[in-house]
Protein backbone atom coordinates (compact mmCIF):
# COMPACT_ATOMS: atom_id res chain seq x y z
CA UNK A 1 0.00 0.00 0.00
CA UNK A 2 1.35 3.42 -1.26
CA UNK A 3 2.35 5.28 2.04
CA UNK A 4 2.32 9.15 2.07
CA UNK A 5 5.55 11.54 3.12
CA UNK A 6 4.94 13.60 5.97
CA UNK A 7 4.70 16.64 3.22
CA UNK A 8 2.13 15.19 1.92
CA UNK A 9 -0.10 14.10 4.51
CA UNK A 10 0.69 18.00 5.46
CA UNK A 11 -0.20 19.43 2.57
CA UNK A 12 -3.11 17.44 2.41
CA UNK A 13 -4.18 18.49 5.69
CA UNK A 14 -3.61 21.95 4.47
CA UNK A 15 -5.78 21.26 1.39
CA UNK A 16 -9.10 20.01 3.77
CA UNK A 17 -8.70 23.18 5.99
CA UNK A 18 -8.80 25.01 2.93
CA UNK A 19 -12.05 23.55 1.56
CA UNK A 20 -13.21 23.20 4.65
CA UNK A 21 -12.83 27.27 5.36
CA UNK A 22 -14.10 27.55 1.95
CA UNK A 23 -17.49 25.12 2.55
CA UNK A 24 -18.03 27.40 5.49
CA UNK A 25 -17.81 30.76 3.63
CA UNK A 26 -20.28 29.52 1.18
CA UNK A 27 -22.38 27.92 3.96
CA UNK A 28 -22.79 31.19 6.49
CA UNK A 29 -24.60 33.68 4.78
CA UNK A 30 -27.44 30.70 3.78
CA UNK A 31 -27.24 30.49 7.41
CA UNK A 32 -27.72 33.37 8.27
CA UNK A 33 -30.32 34.37 6.12
CA UNK A 34 -32.54 31.86 7.61
CA UNK A 35 -32.02 32.93 11.05
CA UNK A 36 -32.85 36.83 9.53
CA UNK A 37 -36.39 34.87 8.76
CA UNK A 38 -37.03 33.60 11.68
CA UNK A 39 -36.18 36.88 13.53
CA UNK A 40 -38.37 39.83 14.66
CA UNK A 41 -38.68 42.56 12.56
CA UNK A 42 -37.82 44.86 15.57
CA UNK A 43 -34.68 42.92 16.38
CA UNK A 44 -33.36 43.42 12.52
CA UNK A 45 -34.11 47.11 12.93
CA UNK A 46 -31.94 47.77 16.25
CA UNK A 47 -29.44 45.01 16.41
CA UNK A 48 -29.01 44.40 12.80
CA UNK A 49 -28.76 40.53 11.13
CA UNK A 50 -27.57 38.25 14.09
CA UNK A 51 -26.80 34.30 13.77
CA UNK A 52 -28.46 34.65 17.15
CA UNK A 53 -31.37 37.05 17.32
CA UNK A 54 -32.46 38.94 20.31
CA UNK A 55 -36.10 37.36 19.70
CA UNK A 56 -37.38 34.73 17.19
CA UNK A 57 -40.51 35.59 15.70
CA UNK A 58 -42.44 33.55 12.39
CA UNK A 59 -44.54 36.57 11.41
CA UNK A 60 -42.89 36.84 8.45
CA UNK A 61 -43.96 33.12 7.52
CA UNK A 62 -47.42 33.75 8.37
CA UNK A 63 -47.44 36.79 6.29
CA UNK A 64 -46.74 35.11 3.29
CA UNK A 65 -49.19 31.80 3.62
CA UNK A 66 -51.38 33.73 4.82
CA UNK A 67 -52.79 34.80 1.18
CA UNK A 68 -54.40 31.47 -0.08
CA UNK A 69 -53.22 32.82 -4.14
CA UNK A 70 -49.85 32.07 -2.48
CA UNK A 71 -50.40 28.67 -3.22
CA UNK A 72 -52.26 29.31 -6.34
CA UNK A 73 -49.29 30.80 -7.40
CA UNK A 74 -47.22 28.14 -6.58
CA UNK A 75 -49.30 25.44 -8.89
CA UNK A 76 -48.93 27.73 -11.59
CA UNK A 77 -45.41 28.02 -11.28
CA UNK A 78 -45.19 24.06 -10.79
CA UNK A 79 -47.04 24.00 -14.12
CA UNK A 80 -45.52 26.40 -16.01
CA UNK A 81 -41.97 25.09 -15.15
CA UNK A 82 -42.81 21.51 -15.05
CA UNK A 83 -44.35 21.67 -18.59
CA UNK A 84 -42.52 24.45 -20.30
CA UNK A 85 -38.64 22.54 -19.17
CA UNK A 86 -39.82 19.34 -21.08
CA UNK A 87 -41.15 21.49 -24.04
CA UNK A 88 -37.74 23.34 -24.14
CA UNK A 89 -35.32 20.72 -23.56
CA UNK A 90 -36.82 18.72 -26.65
CA UNK A 91 -37.19 21.61 -29.24
CA UNK A 92 -33.64 22.81 -27.98
CA UNK A 93 -32.36 19.20 -28.33
CA UNK A 94 -33.88 18.69 -31.46
CA UNK A 95 -32.64 21.48 -32.99
CA UNK A 96 -29.36 20.64 -31.77
CA UNK A 97 -29.26 17.04 -32.88
CA UNK A 98 -29.82 18.37 -36.20
CA UNK A 99 -27.32 21.19 -35.94
CA UNK A 100 -24.68 18.62 -34.85
CA UNK A 101 -25.17 16.29 -37.86
CA UNK A 102 -22.68 17.07 -40.59
CA UNK A 103 -24.62 15.46 -43.78
CA UNK A 104 -27.76 17.43 -43.04
CA UNK A 105 -27.76 20.58 -45.52
CA UNK A 106 -27.72 23.88 -44.41
CA UNK A 107 -27.07 23.34 -40.81
CA UNK A 108 -25.21 26.15 -41.10
CA UNK A 109 -27.13 28.77 -41.99
CA UNK A 110 -29.96 27.26 -39.26
CA UNK A 111 -26.67 27.83 -36.68
CA UNK A 112 -26.45 31.27 -38.15
CA UNK A 113 -30.63 32.16 -37.51
CA UNK A 114 -30.22 30.98 -34.03
CA UNK A 115 -27.26 32.98 -33.60
CA UNK A 116 -28.56 36.50 -34.62
CA UNK A 117 -31.29 36.79 -31.84
CA UNK A 118 -28.47 36.47 -29.19
CA UNK A 119 -26.32 39.59 -30.77
CA UNK A 120 -29.34 41.73 -32.09
CA UNK A 121 -33.39 41.99 -31.29
CA UNK A 122 -36.35 43.96 -32.33
CA UNK A 123 -36.87 45.65 -28.57
CA UNK A 124 -39.33 45.36 -26.08
CA UNK A 125 -42.39 46.67 -28.19
CA UNK A 126 -42.41 44.51 -31.46
CA UNK A 127 -41.55 41.87 -28.58
CA UNK A 128 -45.10 42.62 -27.03
CA UNK A 129 -46.73 43.23 -29.99
CA UNK A 130 -46.42 40.02 -31.46
CA UNK A 131 -47.36 37.84 -27.97
CA UNK A 132 -50.61 40.12 -27.50
CA UNK A 133 -51.79 40.80 -31.06
CA UNK A 134 -50.08 38.01 -33.27
CA UNK A 135 -49.68 35.34 -30.92
CA UNK A 136 -52.97 36.19 -28.54
CA UNK A 137 -50.88 34.94 -25.36
CA UNK A 138 -52.33 37.75 -23.42
CA UNK A 139 -53.57 36.24 -19.91
CA UNK A 140 -53.38 32.58 -21.05
CA UNK A 141 -50.94 30.25 -19.66
CA UNK A 142 -48.96 29.86 -23.11
CA UNK A 143 -47.60 33.13 -22.10
CA UNK A 144 -45.31 32.12 -19.30
CA UNK A 145 -44.15 29.51 -21.30
CA UNK A 146 -43.81 30.39 -25.20
CA UNK A 147 -41.70 33.88 -24.24
CA UNK A 148 -39.11 31.59 -23.05
CA UNK A 149 -39.14 28.48 -25.31
CA UNK A 150 -36.10 28.32 -26.91
CA UNK A 151 -32.93 29.52 -25.94
CA UNK A 152 -30.11 30.06 -28.40
CA UNK A 153 -27.37 29.50 -25.97
CA UNK A 154 -28.99 26.23 -24.66
CA UNK A 155 -29.04 25.00 -28.05
CA UNK A 156 -25.48 25.29 -29.05
CA UNK A 157 -24.77 23.78 -25.83
CA UNK A 158 -26.56 21.20 -26.74
CA UNK A 159 -25.55 21.03 -30.39
CA UNK A 160 -21.49 20.90 -29.31
CA UNK A 161 -22.04 18.13 -26.75
CA UNK A 162 -23.83 16.11 -29.27
CA UNK A 163 -21.15 16.26 -32.14
CA UNK A 164 -19.09 14.63 -29.23
CA UNK A 165 -21.04 11.66 -29.86
CA UNK A 166 -19.33 9.40 -32.51
CA UNK A 167 -21.05 8.96 -35.75
CA UNK A 168 -20.40 5.24 -35.99
CA UNK A 169 -22.74 4.76 -33.60
CA UNK A 170 -25.39 6.77 -35.48
CA UNK A 171 -24.44 5.04 -38.72
CA UNK A 172 -24.77 1.80 -37.26
CA UNK A 173 -28.47 2.72 -36.04
CA UNK A 174 -29.50 3.64 -38.85
CA UNK A 175 -28.14 0.75 -41.05
CA UNK A 176 -30.25 -1.60 -38.02
CA UNK A 177 -33.22 0.01 -39.36
CA UNK A 178 -33.26 3.05 -36.55
CA UNK A 179 -35.19 6.30 -37.66
CA UNK A 180 -33.80 9.94 -36.93
CA UNK A 181 -36.49 10.24 -33.84
CA UNK A 182 -35.76 6.84 -32.59
CA UNK A 183 -31.73 7.41 -33.09
CA UNK A 184 -32.59 10.08 -31.24
CA UNK A 185 -34.76 8.89 -28.31
CA UNK A 186 -32.69 5.51 -28.09
CA UNK A 187 -29.27 6.52 -29.00
CA UNK A 188 -28.14 9.89 -28.57
CA UNK A 189 -30.25 10.86 -25.73
CA UNK A 190 -28.91 7.99 -23.39
CA UNK A 191 -25.30 9.04 -23.46
CA UNK A 192 -26.34 13.06 -22.96
CA UNK A 193 -27.52 13.00 -19.76
CA UNK A 194 -24.74 15.77 -18.60
CA UNK A 195 -26.05 17.90 -21.05
CA UNK A 196 -29.54 17.15 -20.69
CA UNK A 197 -29.12 17.56 -16.95
CA UNK A 198 -27.26 20.49 -16.94
CA UNK A 199 -29.74 22.28 -19.82
CA UNK A 200 -32.71 21.64 -18.04
CA UNK A 201 -31.21 22.99 -14.36
CA UNK A 202 -30.96 26.30 -16.77
CA UNK A 203 -34.48 26.12 -18.28
CA UNK A 204 -36.36 25.57 -14.69
CA UNK A 205 -34.63 28.37 -12.81
CA UNK A 206 -35.35 31.00 -16.08
CA UNK A 207 -38.52 29.41 -15.52
CA UNK A 208 -39.08 29.14 -11.73
CA UNK A 209 -37.34 33.08 -11.56
CA UNK A 210 -39.90 34.50 -14.80
CA UNK A 211 -42.20 37.15 -13.07
CA UNK A 212 -41.51 39.91 -16.10
CA UNK A 213 -43.66 37.58 -18.19
CA UNK A 214 -46.62 37.76 -15.82
CA UNK A 215 -46.53 41.64 -15.35
CA UNK A 216 -46.56 42.04 -18.63
CA UNK A 217 -49.30 39.58 -20.38
CA UNK A 218 -51.45 38.33 -17.17
CA UNK A 219 -54.32 40.62 -15.52
CA UNK A 220 -55.96 37.04 -14.15
CA UNK A 221 -55.11 36.48 -10.79
CA UNK A 222 -55.40 32.98 -10.96
CA UNK A 223 -52.70 33.17 -13.48
CA UNK A 224 -50.04 34.69 -11.51
CA UNK A 225 -47.23 32.51 -10.43
CA UNK A 226 -45.62 32.46 -7.41
CA UNK A 227 -42.70 34.91 -8.15
CA UNK A 228 -45.12 37.40 -9.65
CA UNK A 229 -47.33 37.23 -5.91
CA UNK A 230 -44.49 37.80 -3.83
CA UNK A 231 -43.67 40.63 -5.87
CA UNK A 232 -47.02 42.13 -5.56
CA UNK A 233 -47.02 41.25 -2.17
CA UNK A 234 -43.86 43.20 -1.46
CA UNK A 235 -44.76 46.20 -3.39
CA UNK A 236 -47.94 46.57 -1.62
CA UNK A 237 -46.05 46.21 2.02
CA UNK A 238 -43.54 48.71 0.43
CA UNK A 239 -46.24 51.61 -0.34
CA UNK A 240 -47.83 50.84 3.19
CA UNK A 241 -44.59 51.43 5.13
CA UNK A 242 -43.68 54.80 3.01
CA UNK A 243 -47.05 56.24 3.03
CA UNK A 244 -46.92 56.08 7.54
CA UNK A 245 -50.28 53.71 7.13
CA UNK A 246 -51.28 52.84 10.81
CA UNK A 247 -49.61 49.56 11.84
CA UNK A 248 -46.78 49.91 9.25
CA UNK A 249 -44.11 50.24 11.02
CA UNK A 250 -45.16 46.40 12.52
CA UNK A 251 -44.82 44.97 9.29
CA UNK A 252 -41.91 42.36 8.81
CA UNK A 253 -40.29 44.35 5.80
CA UNK A 254 -37.42 43.50 6.26
CA UNK A 255 -37.50 39.42 7.12
CA UNK A 256 -40.45 39.49 4.84
CA UNK A 257 -37.71 39.78 2.20
CA UNK A 258 -35.83 36.82 3.39
CA UNK A 259 -38.67 34.69 4.03
CA UNK A 260 -39.46 35.03 0.54
CA UNK A 261 -36.13 33.84 -0.58
CA UNK A 262 -36.65 30.25 0.73
CA UNK A 263 -40.55 30.03 0.07
CA UNK A 264 -39.09 30.30 -3.67
CA UNK A 265 -35.48 28.55 -3.81
CA UNK A 266 -37.12 25.29 -1.81
CA UNK A 267 -38.07 23.33 -4.98
CA UNK A 268 -34.63 24.58 -6.38
CA UNK A 269 -32.73 23.21 -3.68
CA UNK A 270 -34.51 19.91 -4.23
CA UNK A 271 -34.21 19.45 -7.82
CA UNK A 272 -30.51 20.64 -7.61
CA UNK A 273 -28.57 17.59 -5.74
CA UNK A 274 -30.15 14.85 -8.28
CA UNK A 275 -28.40 17.06 -11.45
CA UNK A 276 -25.46 18.20 -10.15
CA UNK A 277 -23.00 15.54 -10.30
CA UNK A 278 -23.59 15.91 -14.23
CA UNK A 279 -23.78 20.16 -13.90
CA UNK A 280 -19.66 20.60 -14.65
CA UNK A 281 -19.31 17.61 -17.19
CA UNK A 282 -22.50 18.97 -18.98
CA UNK A 283 -21.01 22.71 -19.26
CA UNK A 284 -17.85 21.88 -19.83
CA UNK A 285 -18.18 19.45 -22.51
CA UNK A 286 -20.89 21.97 -24.26
CA UNK A 287 -19.18 24.95 -23.70
CA UNK A 288 -15.82 23.85 -25.60
CA UNK A 289 -16.13 20.66 -27.56
CA UNK A 290 -16.91 21.89 -31.45
Not at 13 to 22: E, K, T, Y
Not at 66 to 92: A, E, M, N, R
Not at 108 to 116: G, H, R
Request: overall charge positive.
Amino acid sequence: MFKRSPSERIMQLVIHFVLLAFALCCIYPFILTFIVSLSSEKSILFHGYQLIPEQFSTQAYRMVFKDQHIYTGYGVSILVTVVGTLLSLFICGMAGYAMSVKRVRYRNAVAMFFYLPMIFNAGTLPWYLVCTQVLHLQNTVWALILPLLVSPFNVFLMRNYFATVPSSLIESAEIDGCGVMRTFVQIIIPLSKPIIATVTLFIGLSYWNDWASALWFIDNTHLYPLQYMLYRIKSIMDFIKQNGAMGATEMPAETFQVATLFVTIGPIILLYPFVQRYFVKGIMVGAVKG
